[in-house]
Nanobody, 125 residues
Framework: QVQLVESGGGLVQVGDSLRLSCAASGGTFSSYTMGWFRQAPGKEREFVAG????????YYADSVKGRFSISRDMAKNTVYLQMNSLKPEDTAVYYC??????????????????WGQGTQVTVSS
């Protein structure tokens, strides 16, 4: 059974940085699609960043391009989300997700079968 455990969230000030981690276990991740999503209170879940483990290409939502960076450590089966220049509108619960089918549709939350429990990120002004 695939398990995803996020960590690294917290309360920060505008302009600060945070790095989220997603430790994955229970699967052969070299063929997976991995993604970070977020959900703010009263809003729908939205795509933040993602990649297909089989390629080096990464994908980002327009709202985070240039500020966030997704990376991976294959040896540790861990995915990271480096978040810089944080804004109040980045406040949300951040979720790590995994798709064992390696879908090309990295942006689509419906493609992912496994989700972590989420980690809260709060950016205070």
């Amino acid at each position: 059974q695939v398990q995803l455990v996020e960590s690294g969230g917290g309360l920060v000030q505008v302009g600060d940085s945070l790095r989220l981690s997603c430790a994955a276990s229970g699967g052969t991740f070299s063929s997976y699609t991995m993604g970070w999503f977020r959900q703010a209170p009263g809003k729908e879940r939205e795509f933040v960043a993602g990649f297909r483990w089989s390629t080096p290409r990464t994908y980002y939502a327009d709202s985070v391009k240039g500020r966030f960076s997704i990376s991976r450590d294959m040896a540790k089966n861990t995915v990271y989300l480096q978040m810089n220049s944080l804004k109040p509108e980045d406040t949300a619960v951040y979720y790590c997700a995994a798709d064992p089918d390696g879908s090309l549709w990295v942006y689509r939350g419906g493609e992912y079968d496994y989700w972590g429990q989420g980690t809260q990120v709060t950016v205070s002004s």
